[in-house]
């Protein structure tokens, strides 16, 4: 299968909503979307990861490297509402507005569900709890600036 042909069957497969993300490879959509979250952080002058790469065994999607050298496991999750993506499937245009305090439950239950995994071969483990009360700070700033 060439590159066009590859295109082709990505488009006819792609869903109607979410989709921006959506590749017909899932290791490599993965490493894509910690790629762009990456690119992210070193914008903000967040350069901590280095030589990301996909995971040969799931779980973690993706491995990458902090400045010491230990080997860190990422996660990957969708955040959306599967309600939406029913009525869209149906080909309903559908959109989910999420609340400040929607958005921190489904933070909370990702978590937990990745925190429960046994990540193969990563010898250091981001406290969940830690992760957990930064990203409820930032999302209070949010809601405080709005």
């Known amino acids: 299968m060439n590159t066009n042909d590859e295109l082709r069957e990505c488009i006819k497969r792609q869903r109607k909503y979410a989709s921006f993300f959506d590749w017909h490879k899932k290791d490599e959509k993965e490493l894509g979307i910690v790629e762009t979250l990456f690119e992210s952080m070193k914008l903000q002058g967040i350069n901590a990861f280095q ?39 149906q080909g309903k245009d559908v959109y989910r507005d999420w609340t400040i305090d929607e958005i921190v439950k489904k933070l909370e239950i990702i978590i937990t569900e990745k925190d429960s995994k046994t990540f193969h071969g990563v010898h250091k483990k981001v406290n969940s709890g830690d992760t957990h009360r930064r990203v409820c700070y930032k999302l209070s700033n949010l809601k405080a600036c709005s």
């Open 51 to 89: 030589n990301l790469r996909i995971s040969q065994k799931d779980p973690p999607d993706c491995i990458a490297e902090d400045k010491s050298g230990n080997l860190i496991g990422l996660e990957v999750s969708e955040f959306v509402d599967e309600e939406a993506v029913r009525f869209n499937a």
